[in-house]
Each structure stands twice: as C-alpha cells, then as structure tokens.
C-alpha cells in the first residue's frame, strides 16, 4: 500500500477528531486493518499523527524489538555498558507498548561494570530477565551475548517467560550449569531451538545429559557439536541442524536421533574445523541409517574426482528411499555429475531437486522427463 503526504490529513482527519475529546471517528478495527498494509517506515511517520494512530500502530512497531550493547554505544567502558543496558530494561518494563513484543534479541557485545551489591552484574541480569518475563506476547527470545556467557546462563536458571514462547536462540555457555533442565522448566512450549553455545570458544565438550523432563513440542533444533544433541531425546524432533560435526562422533548423534519420538525428516550437516577428518563415518554410520530423511543438506570438501572413498560415501546416500531435496555445499564437478549419473540409473529414486555449490561450479540438478539433468545456477553476489 502506497500512502502519499495527501492522504495523511485526510487519514488523520479520518481517525482523530479533536472536538470530540480525542475519540476516534473510525472504528480501532478498522484503523488496525488500514495499518496492516502500510510499510514500516510510513507506519512510524503515522504514530506520530495522534495518540490514536500512535496505539493502532503500536502492535507492529513494538513486534521486533533489540537491546545492543555494544562498544560502538558504550566505548568498551563498562560502566557506560552497564548504564545502557538499565535504561533499555526500564523501556520494556515501563512502555505500556512493550506489550507488543513478539521478537525479542538481546546483544551484548561490550562488557557490563561489575559494581559491588544489588546492582552488580548478576542484578542488572536478573533486572533484565524479570523485565522480560513481563513481555506476555514474546514469541521468540535471542540472546547473543560474546561476553559475560555463563553468568547470562545462570540467569536463565528457573525463569519462566511467557507460554506463547516458541523459539529460543542462545549462545551462552552451559559448563557451569549443572544440568539444563534448570534452564528449559520455565519453556516447554518451545517448537525451535539454537543452542550455539560453543561456536565462539569451540571448547570441547564430551557430554551433555539429555533434558529428564523432554520438551513436549520440540520441533526443530540447531546445534554445534553433536554432543548437544542430546537435547533432542523423548522431544519430537524432526527438523535437525548439527555444525562444527566431528566425524567420529557419527555413532552418539545417530543415538540421539533415533531416540526422538519423531522422524527425522530435515538434516543439516557441516564439519566445521573438523573438514581435514575423512567425513566417512558419517556416510557409513550415520546417514545411510536415516530412512525417513526427506531433506538432506551437507558441507564438507570433495573428495579427489574418482576417490574410492568419495564412491562409497555417495553410495550410501543413493540407497535412502525418500529424500526428495540434496543440498551440497563443496561439490566439485564431478561429484555433481556422477550424482547425475548415479541418479539415472541405480540410486536417489526419490530425489526431484539438488543444488550444488562448489567455487564457480554451481549447478542444480532437476527432473525433465523422468530424467535428472544438471543445469547451471546463477547466484548473486
């Protein structure tokens, strides 16, 4: 929807009468339904028409919302970093708008002063989350924190948030924590989960106790490091993203997965630094186990044209029955046409589209008469 500087009088005129004490001449359902259309930056220039058009525009400018602190706002001085992150808590506990929260990200990418007492580091924390815990529409709460992890994850320790939450995005460190079930009690509606906790550090984990209390409604869930994987067991978990995956570790994650009570039907693999390891233990321990797979995305370097190693690999992915969708992130030209190949005669019955990427060599492979043809892909850069 188009609005010109014209109509926003006669909108005006339309929504707000000042001789009637303030009361709109237009139903609120109607003014919401007219708002609905309207791109973001005029509905910014529209809140500030009235204070009605400032409340019916309220529920989408509110919907995403991000508190930084970061060293471009605070220098890198700690007591600065401390100082913006209050005033941020105070607007979403205050703002009678902050109602409207749907989408909620918290970056702290500068340090937090430590001062002695209440407000300390642990109380500016603990004021963001009981801040947060009043946002009774959030849907989706990112926390990216590059400082001051495990004490963010300590926060989060026996916090219950609003029962519509349905996605969490986290990247603080589990190590202090004594198990996780402390934190995920107050969030079992959750349906997604990224817990990236390691990317950063990549500390090396050996284990991670799967959740004695499995989330009900896990749909989806992102990870680094099959260890973390255990979060998906006794939870309905059919859409996995696993990075940073050693191959040696192909056995432990195949365990998790078939200890979900759902199909596995979406899987994303890469390895991360762990590409110099021979990637064939996944092929062979892991993959060619996983019947249900419909969707099947990879990154992992090719093999040299005509490996053994790289033959056997693929033929353990030709024997899956279902996959429809193969995304390979490192497939040289070669590998992409003996998948072709090995697609028109004896294997990936069921594959109907694949995208590979590979330098210069990106190509995607579709069905043209029952037959699976590679065509050239064009990416923009």
Not at 101 to 123: C, F, S
Not at 311 to 333: H, I, N, R
């Amino acid at each position: 929807m188009v609005v010109s500087a014209s109509m926003y009088s006669g909108l005006y005129a339309g929504a707000y009468d000042e001789q009637e004490e303030g009361h709109p001449r237009l139903p609120y359902d109607v003014l919401y339904s007219v708002f609905s259309y309207v791109d973001f930056d005029t509905l910014k220039m529209l809140s500030s028409l009235s204070s009605v058009c400032r409340k019916c525009t309220a529920h989408r400018l509110w919907r995403s919302f991000t508190i930084s602190v970061d060293k471009g706002l605070t220098g890198g001085i700690a007591i600065h970093g401390a100082s913006h992150l209050l005033r941020m808590v105070k607007l979403i506990r205050d703002e009678v708008r902050a109602e409207h929260i749907q989408v909620l990200r918290i970056r702290i990418y500068a340090p937090i002063d430590n001062a002695a007492g209440d407000w300390g580091l642990k109380g500016r924390i603990n004021s963001l989350y009981d801040a947060i815990q009043g946002l009774s529409a959030l849907y989706c709460l990112q926390l990216d924190t590059v400082v001051h992890r495990e004490e963010f994850a300590h926060g989060l320790m026996g916090r219950s948030f609003a029962p519509g939450l349905e996605m969490c995005i986290f990247n603080v460190s589990s190590l202090p924590v004594e198990g996780l079930d402390d934190i995920f009690e107050g969030m079992r509606g959750l349906r997604s989960l990224r817990w990236t906790n390691d990317h950063y550090k990549r500390r090396t984990i050996q284990e991670v106790q799967p959740l004695a209390k499995p989330l009900p409604s896990l749909n989806e869930l992102v990870v680094y490091g099959a260890q973390y994987a255990a979060l998906m067991r006794g939870s309905p978990v059919s859409h996995l993203t696993v990075h940073s995956l050693n191959p040696s570790h192909s056995s432990m994650l195949l365990a998790h997965i078939q200890a979900s009570t759902s199909p596995l039907v979406h899987l994303q693999l890469d390895f991360g630094l762990t590409q110099v390891v021979k990637p064939l233990p996944v092929f062979r321990d892991l993959l060619q186990h996983l019947s249900s797979l419909l969707y099947l995305e990879i990154m992992v370097d090719p093999w040299p044209d005509g490996s053994n190693e790289g033959v056997q690999c693929l033929a353990y992915l030709a024997t899956l029955p279902k996959v429809e969708e193969f995304v390979w992130k490192g497939a040289s030209c070669y590998w992409q046409k003996h998948i072709c190949s090995v697609a028109n005669t004896s294997g990936f019955t069921n594959l109907q589209h694949g995208t590979f990427l590979y330098r210069v060599d990106n190509r995607s492979l579709v069905r043209e008469d029952g037959l699976a043809v590679l065509k050239d892909l064009y990416l923009c850069s």
